[in-house]
Nanobody, 122 residues
Framework: QVQLVESGGGLVQPGGSLRLSCAAS????????MGWYRQAPGKQRELVAR??????????NYADSVKGRFTISRDNAKNTVYLQMNSLKPEDTAVYYC?????????????WGQGTQVTVSL
């Protein structure tokens, strides 16, 4: 009942920046957490960043590998989350997936976007 559409991926040089966007639609009231995963070829899927969409929500979570370089933010009025990626490295190359779930009902599963390719290369 929730649809997620990512945008903002592309090709960027090392040290560059990209901003990913994820717009949620549908049964938004069912969602209280959104985030970003990534998966590179031959690598395990990993959580990049995640944040609550509750107005009074707490601090976001980041993978150690991106902490200090990536920032997740939200615009609840637009049902949108962003991932600002700075100081990009080749190892950041992956398909990035927006996710949404309800932290109280994680057994119900996670909604996934279609993914957007981020390539960091010369």
């Amino acid at each position: 009942q929730v649809q997620l559409v990512e945008s903002g991926g592309g090709l960027v040089q090392p040290g560059g920046s990209l901003r990913l966007s994820c717009a949620a639609s549908g049964s938004i009231f069912m969602i209280d957490r959104m985030g970003w995963y990534r998966q590179a070829p031959g690598k395990q899927r990993e959580l990049v960043a995640r944040v609550t969409t509750v107005t009074s929500g707490g601090s976001p979570n980041y993978a150690d590998s991106v902490k200090g370089r990536f920032t997740i933010s939200r615009d609840n009025a637009k049902n949108t989350v962003y991932l600002q990626m700075n100081s990009l490295k080749p190892e950041d190359t992956a398909v990035y997936y927006c996710t949404a779930d309800n932290s109280e009902f994680t057994y119900a599963g996670t909604y996934w976007g279609q993914g957007t390719q981020v390539t960091v290369s010369l």
